[in-house]
């Protein structure tokens, strides 16, 4: 014991290095060759006599016998350390066995200052807080004027879209002193603003914490520990802007100087922009009542979490227009604030100090924060406005189908807005098992079902409806698959990237579906056949969850692309495996569902039961799966495949450049990238053998052959995609892609720079998926 706590103190110390306490403080009982430096050890003379007893006991040795410390000398050694420096040449690094890369950045980054909390650019000496700033008469609490309050307003403004972009909130939002004690500012235009924010900014946070489709780079929720007027309701906040906006009215009326007036319509406008949209907002937010729309489909939860219904979502989309006319006149009238100090970070002369909570940050290199600029701000609040109404449309999305679609579209589009993605979450699925909050989720995928194949189970005439054992079963594989497709809708809700790596480990998921499935629709089957009219429940409910599995796939893949996840020489099996297998899969799962459809509804039909020659007129279902479906998909299936025909070409021209073999093994990539596949049986996982085997065949081909027939893949793609009446946005991108790129296949074809080498250039640009390709002389 006493050996390993004098390898505590390998230093020996000289008398003249303890402090004149410590000289008095040498136990008699200690051998005289003990270091003295022990002697300030707690208990050291109880140790010491212990161990003679365990001396005479075992035999150890005496003290005599144990070795003294070294004495070591330090010296200084940094001129000699810059003298060896100078030999190196520039880029030249020394590698010690004892102090590697990991020591050397941990030992710059703390001794760098800026690892100290508080020391990041401190233009202040002393940060002002709201006390401080209020007894230096650097903040006004009364008779502002119209100039200041705008200026205010504007910089609040900016802090907050810098805010929702990722920033914290102690270095944005609450670097404004005014939020620090609203209540205790007597400007009645300020104080009901700096309430309003409070609130409008914890409407936010509680937007975005209910759909938790955030991650670390997207938001900080952290307040740290400010009190955002928890006390205030969003009415009382509401009511003390609409008070401020009739004040001002009145003054407007008095008002004779063209500029005050001006100005204070300014600050009317912004007053009242900052009322309607928290209106908006609170009225967006699900809300505890009883189930309003249909009141059949809530039994077990009476009061649940409800989202505006039609009527009142027209009233809201009304408010959003009145808010987003208002954005113009604040973007015309930002001139009328003050400004910031030309070369300052502070967003406002008044009211604002940038380092007032440095000390709540945590000790970690402080990131510096640029606030955003006014003009670049009010234009994000008035785009902010038209995703919102963008996002009330989803109130028309009655089946799961077309609510995953609209999902989709809108993180297409608006991807970068984390609010009003969590705003549709929210309204969506106020709760995790109930859309709108007035109908089980459940519910919502067995119509899905129905409209996309009909299981004969889910028909309200066949007589497994009423079969208590199959209604049992069915109950049983929508409760297992609500999970899967709810975290589907929570997937679309993160930004891109993220989606992509989430979706990966999802597909896990469907293969437990795909199972599953199977099971059910097997024993129904055998329910059925057992009926007076036997029909076959094959297939039916695995189509389904294949269709979704296949969609999910694809999407993953493609998202690669979007992301530029892959190298150009990867492009050739990311597209052969689109083209060979998941878009065919897709269009065949397509056909064989709108088969099913045919066929139930031709057995269905009392005519055609009887052998009328007449074919019967095929009713027309909701949701069912149309034409438009299977035309898209086999768009997509031919833009695949005259990429994968186009790369072959190039590959056989070596106008690709492939990387190094020693530094590259194509097998590992092929399998990296198919990884998240491989647990699923549906479809089969593709082997890279399989694809070294296509490969092989389809470089047999001259490069002339696959540019004319990549040719005609893009142009069976325009065809498809021009045939049907009143396409969408996104297939206009895709046609003058396959335009662009049918001329370019064509020109490849006839010989154009059959010489070059020069490697083609993709654009996406015009489509996010599927490049345009440019050869270059």
């Known amino acids: ?38 002697a300030a050890v707690p208990a050291i003379e109880e140790v010491a006599t212990r161990y003679a007893d365990l001396e005479n006991l075992q035999g150890v040795p005496s003290w005599s016998d144990v070795r003294p410390s070294p004495v070591r000398e330090w010296r200084d050694v940094t001129g000699e350390f810059f003298d060896c420096v100078k030999e190196l040449q520039l880029g030249e690094l020394i590698h010690d066995n004892m102090f590697g890369l990991f020591d050397a950045m941990s030992a710059i ?95 936010i946070r509680n937007f975005i914490l209910r759909a938790r489709v955030y991650e670390e780079e997207d938001f900080q929720p952290s307040t740290y520990g400010y009190d955002l007027c928890c006390d205030l309701t969003e009415t009382k906040a509401c009511n003390m802007l609409k008070s401020a906006e009739e004040d001002l009215v009145r003054k407007l009326k008095d008002t004779e100087g063209e500029r005050e007036k ?68 604040m973007e015309k009238t930002i001139e009328y604030g003050t400004q910031p100090e030309p070369d300052s970070d502070t967003p406002n002369p008044m009211g604002f100090s940038m380092m007032v909570n440095q000390r709540l940050l945590p000790p970690t290199f402080p990131r510096y924060t640029k606030i955003k600029e006014r003009a670049t701000c009010i234009q994000y609040l008035a785009e902010l406005i038209q995703r919102l109404k963008h996002v009330c449309k989803i109130v028309h999305c009655t089946n799961y189908h077309s609510a995953l679609n609209f999902f989709m579209d809108f993180s297409k589009k608006f991807s970068p807005c984390l609010l009003s993605r969590s705003i549709l979450q929210t309204l969506y699925l106020p709760t995790h098992d109930m859309v709108f909050g007035t109908k089980k989720l459940t519910e919502v995928l067995k119509e899905s079902a129905k409209s996309f194949i009909a299981p004969p189970v889910l028909l309200a005439e066949n007589p497994l409806s009423s079969n208590p054992a199959a209604c049992n079963c069915v109950d049983s594989f929508f409760a297992y698959n609500e999970h899967t497709f709810s975290v589907l809708f929570e997937i679309c809700g993160y930004n891109r990237a993220r989606q992509r790596d989430k979706l990966g480990i999802m597909l896990s998921n469907f293969a437990n579906l795909q199972d599953e499935a199977e099971r059910v629709d097997a024993y ?113 299936q031919n833009m695949c495949g005259g990429y994968y025909k186009a790369l072959g070409g190039f590959i056989a021209e070596e106008r690709i450049p492939e990387p190094l073999p020693t530094f590259d093994n194509e097998k590992v990539r092929f399998e990296h990238r198919f990884a998240p596949f491989a647990a699923l049986s549906t479809p089969p996982p593709m082997a890279y053998s399989d694809f070294k085997m296509m490969k092989t065949y389809l470089l ?23 045939s049907y009446p009143n396409p969408d946005e996104e297939w206009h991108e895709i046609v003058k892609v396959a335009k662009m790129n049918f001329v370019m296949m064509n020109l490849l074809a006839s010989g154009l720079n059959w010489q070059s080498r020069t490697p083609p250039e993709f654009d996406f640009s015009c489509h996010r998926f599927f490049p345009i390709i440019k050869q270059r002389k």
């Open 262 to 329: 001006e100005e204070v319509g300014a600050l009317l406008s912004r007053l009242k922009f900052t009322r309607l949209l928290l209106q908006c907002l609170v009225s967006l937010y699900p809300t505890k009542q009883s189930s309003s729309w249909n009141s059949t489909t809530v039994t077990a939860n009476p009061v649940t979490n409800v989202s505006p219904n039609k009527t009142e979502m027209i009233d809201i989309v009304k408010t959003l227009n009145g808010a987003h006319e208002l954005t113009q006149v």
């Open 524 to 636: 129904l089957h055998q329910l059925s056949m057992k009926n007076e009219n036997p029909r076959q429940h094959l297939a039916c409910f695995g189509t389904w969850v294949l269709y979704h599995c296949l969609r999910a796939m694809s999407f993953f893949l493609l998202s690669g692309l979007e992301l530029e996840l892959y190298s150009v020489h990867e492009y050739l099996y990311i597209f052969w495996y689109l083209y060979q297998f998941l878009f065919g899969w897709i269009v065949s799962a397509l056909t064989r569902a709108d088969t099913f459809l045919v066929e139930q509804d031709y057995v269905a039909d009392p005519k055609a039961a009887k052998g009328s020659q007449k074919k019967p007129k095929v009713k027309k279902r909701k949701g069912k799966t149309d034409a438009k479906e299977i035309i898209f998909n086999q768009a997509m």
């Open 109 to 203: 980054e703390m001794m760098d200052p800026k690892m100290d909390a508080g020391m990041c650019c401190n233009k202040e000496a002393t940060p002002l807080t709201f006390q401080t700033a209020v007894e230096t008469s650097k903040m006004k609490l009364a008779n502002l004027e119209c100039r200041e309050t705008i200026g205010i307003i504007d910089a609040v403004y900016s802090c907050t879209v810098s805010w929702l972009e990722g920033h914290s909130m102690a270095q944005t939002v609450l670097t404004c002193l005014y939020l620090h004690h609203p209540n205790q500012i007597e400007d009645k235009p300020m104080r009901a603003f700096a309430c309003a924010i409070h609130k409008l900014v914890n409407l």
């Open 1 to 38: 014991m006493l050996q390993a706590l004098c390898s505590n103190f390998p230093c020996k110390m000289d008398q003249t290095q303890l402090e004149p306490e410590d000289l008095s403080l040498k136990p008699s009982t200690l051998p005289d060759d003990l270091d003295p430096s022990l």
């Open 700 to 722: 047999k081909s001259p490069a002339g052959e696959l540019y004319a027939s990549a040719a005609k893949h893009f142009h069976e793609a325009r065809v498809l995609l021009e």
